[in-house]
């Protein structure tokens, strides 16, 4: 709680000290079409359409709903890079052909290297989707099957049963199969088949920070650890409390990796 007040703090003293000094970073940000998300919250209260409660509201969403996510995300990759070894094994063949030494930092450009990191994320995603259900109200009408389903109706997605359904996946819907993502695989299947981060003008806010946490984490992590587990993916049990976690009790076993 403190830590989220003295980012706003912080952050609303630097504003007011460039505009004291004629330079108002919200408006040119404005202007320019380069906003970002804390500074379009800011300049929403400035103008008056928040109040200091819908400001600190917002700030809370982004860091509280993005560390959450972010860190289950990277924990349930940890743990099917311990299942499933081998895919461990190729990540790390990775990480050496972009890093020289096991503490190099992760860089803008390297994130773009990280394929096969990527794709391992994505494919924890598919059998783990952090939400695996969102809901949605239809804003007209809408045919659906030869019926309607009429407007302001709330409509609940089972992404979940989606990112398994065969009829998309294929034979090995209920694989931990990464290559799914490979990029001739997956330009074949419409977009909204993984829905991960949601999709369309609804989808997750922070999708780019979420992979850049992501990435780095892992790339740190495996660089420095091996993780390994007992457990098959068959053996894993989940949890939805708003979001989708594993619940196996020490679930993975560290020791340090020789780079």
Not at 135 to 155: H, N, Q
Not at 200 to 215: F, L, S, T
């Amino acid at each position: 709680y403190r830590v989220l007040r003295s980012i706003r703090e912080v952050k609303e003293i630097e504003l007011a000290e460039k505009l004291e000094m004629g330079d108002d970073v919200l408006e040119k940000a404005k202007e320019e079409n380069t906003l970002t998300w804390i500074q379009k919250c800011f300049l929403m209260y400035r103008d008056g359409h928040f109040t200091e409660q819908n400001l600190i509201e917002e700030i809370d969403t982004i860091f509280v709903g993005g560390t959450d996510t972010t860190t289950v995300t990277i924990s349930s990759t940890l743990i099917m890079c311990a299942i499933f070894p081998e895919i461990q094994d190729k990540i790390v063949v990775e990480l050496h052909e972009i890093f020289d030494t096991v503490d190099q930092p992760v860089t803008y450009e390297d994130l773009s290297k990280l394929t096969y990191l990527e794709m391992v994320i994505k494919e924890t995603l598919r059998h783990f989707p952090v939400g695996p259900f969102i809901a949605r109200r239809t804003s007209e009408d809408f045919p659906f099957k030869g019926g309607i389903i009429p407007k302001d109706s709330f409509i609940l997605l089972n992404i979940a049963k989606m990112h398994k359904n065969p009829k998309y996946w294929g034979d090995k819907a209920n694989s931990f199969y990464p290559e799914h993502f490979l990029p001739e695989n997956f330009s074949k299947m419409h977009p909204y088949t993984f829905l991960a981060f949601s999709g369309g003008p609804r989808n997750c806010i922070g999708i780019k920070y979420a992979w850049y946490v992501a990435k780095i984490m892992l790339a740190h992590l495996l660089r420095r650890y091996r993780f390994t587990t007992d457990l098959k993916i068959e053996d894993i049990r989940t949890k939805v409390n708003i979001i989708l976690k594993i619940v196996n009790e020490e679930p993975i076993k560290v020791e340090r990796r020789e780079w």
